[in-house]
T-cell receptor
Framework: AQSVTQLDSHVSVSEGTPVLLRCNYS??????LFWYVQHPNKGLQLLLK??????LVKGINGFEAEFKKSETSFHLTKPSAHMSDAAEYFC???????????FGTGTRLQVFP | EAGVVQSPRYKIIEKKQPVAFWCNPI?????LYWYLQNLGQGPELLIR????????DSQLPKDRFSAERLKGVDSTLKIQPAELGDSAVYLC??????????????FGPGTRLTVL
């Protein structure tokens, strides 16, 4: 069965510093992996997705993630945090047969001025 | 283009009362999903529709929850009777069918249910 583990429930950074949100996955076959962002009172928005093409995936708003099979990781990074990045971030793995999404527990990102 | 629309955005009811949530998916999206998101958790799938057919309802508590998608467009999720533990955010999402190119799931803003 597929699952994801988000290693940090909260991450705090200063504006302009790098962001790292960590995610490990478990899958019996080559997974499809996603990062979604959820701002307060707004719907979940897809940041980026990995589907067995390039291992370094670039997403919206300057975010990117690297698929590392040897480490079963799919960490989300951004070189320079912006105040508007403050939100809840979810790492997600997909059941390849049905596209069922399995969400992690989320990481709340705080950005301080 | 309008996104996934959900109503109401907020609902407060007393336990044992019925409640219903409505979802209008993105035009042309045949696949519709209902998710439950408890506080501090990620969303969990309740039911998935392909057009008007419920193709995965294995996680739907059928003793009190029901859903329908008449005509394969709008969908309604109902709880009767509601319990205190049902307090959560109910999310609707839609997409093109699994396996189609670029079939991203688009989420609505959710309905926040509080059961007193």
């Amino acid at each position: 069965a597929q699952s994801v583990t988000q290693l940090d429930s909260h991450v705090s950074v200063s504006e302009g510093t790098p962001v790292l949100l960590r995610c490990n996955y478990s899958s019996s076959y080559s997974p499809s992996l996603f990062w979604y962002v959820q701002h307060p009172n707004k719907g979940l928005q897809l940041l980026l997705k990995y589907t067995s093409a390039a291992t370094l995936v670039k997403g919206i708003n300057g975010f990117e993630a690297e698929f590392k099979k040897s480490e079963t990781s799919f960490h989300l990074t951004k070189p320079s945090a912006h105040m508007s990045d403050a939100a809840e971030y979810f790492c997600v793995v997909s059941d390849g047969n049905t596209d069922k999404l399995i969400f992690g527990t989320g990481t709340r990102l705080q950005v301080f001025p | 283009e309008a996104g996934v629309v959900q109503s109401p955005r907020y609902k407060i009811i007393e336990k044992k009362q019925p409640v219903a949530f409505w979802c209008n998916p993105i035009s042309g999206h045949n696949t519709l999903y209902w998710y439950l998101q408890n506080l501090g958790q990620g969303p969990e799938l309740l039911i998935r529709y392909e057009n008007e057919e419920a193709v995965d309802d294995s996680q739907l508590p059928k003793d009190r929850f029901s859903a329908e998608r008449l005509k394969g467009v709008d969908s309604t999720l109902k709880i009767q009777p509601a319990e205190l533990g049902d307090s959560a955010v109910y999310l609707c999402a839609s997409s093109t069918p699994p396996g189609t190119r670029n079939n991203e799931q688009f989420f609505g803003p959710g309905t926040r249910l509080t059961v007193l």
